[in-house]
């Protein structure tokens, strides 16, 4: 089952560089996209998430793009900054409120300084 | 910043033995969830509960799972006889009801199963 694809599994950037990470997904039915960040023997912690109905969100120095028709997520990171290496996961929803999560395999981001 | 917390971080447990990982959500919050990631894996949904019953559930949860409230505070999960494939990182995650807050997930239970 790869209804949500992150096809690079690392990536690496420097310091006060933009990091942009990228997501794939076949369900058209999907409607809501979110990402997250994990860091090892934690959960994932929400970082953004944008509706179907958008084409960009910014939270801060996170910004989420979505191209529907590409059926395509991106979140960019700027400046990036060493605290931000982890595992980045982008997850997919549909339908109603509390609808289950389809996750990517995830991204492990490394921002050297 | 309220968190999901689950207990206990870490289970060893004999193969076809009964094992009970414990959450506690965020107390506000409606919708619960268990996932699990299995090394090197992606995160897989489980099951998701919403007003004292099961919402939707995976393949994966077969007859050996299942999930209770037991109070207002406590969601459990409960694999009646564990098999080696078992193991895994066990993730709770609650939510409220708008999905613009995301969904908040506990640290984990590492269940290992030798």
């Known amino acids: 089952d790869q209804q949500v694809k992150q096809n690079s599994p690392s990536l690496s950037v420097q310091e006060g560089r933009i990091s942009i990470l990228n997501c794939d997904y076949t369900?058209?039915?999907?409607?809501?996209f979110l990402w997250y960040k994990k860091y090892p023997a934690e959960g994932p912690t929400f970082l953004i998430s944008?509706?179907?109905?958008?084409d960009k969100n910014e939270d801060g120095r996170f910004t989420v793009f979505l191209n529907k028709s590409a059926k395509h997520l991106s979140l960019h990171i700027v400046p990036s900054q060493p605290g931000d290496s982890a595992v980045y996961f982008c997850?997919?929803?549909?339908?109603?409120?509390?609808?289950?999560?389809?996750f990517g395999q995830g991204t492990e981001l490394s921002v050297k300084p | 910043e309220p968190e999901v917390t689950q207990t206990p971080s870490h289970q060893v447990t004999q193969m076809g033995q009964e094992v009970i990982l414990r959450c506690v959500p965020i107390?506000?919050?409606?919708?619960f969830y268990w996932y699990r990631q299995i090394l090197g894996q992606k995160v897989e949904f489980l099951v998701s509960?919403?007003?004292?019953?099961?919402?939707?559930k995976s393949e994966i949860f077969d007859d050996q799972f299942s999930v209770e409230r037991p109070d207002g505070s406590n969601f459990t999960l409960k694999i009646r006889s564990t098999k080696l494939e078992d193991s895994a990182m066990y993730f709770c995650?609650?939510?409220?009801?708008?999905?613009?807050?995301?969904?908040?997930f506990g640290s984990g239970t590492r269940l290992t199963v030798v």
């Open positions: 369900n058209s039915m999907f409607d809501y």
């Open positions: 509960f919403y007003n004292n019953e099961i919402s939707e």
């Open positions: 995650a609650s939510s409220e009801v708008s999905r613009s807050s995301g969904y908040t």
């Open positions: 997850a997919a929803s549909r339908g109603n409120q509390g609808g289950k999560l389809i």
């Open positions: 107390s506000n919050h409606l919708y």
């Open positions: 944008i509706s179907s109905i958008k």
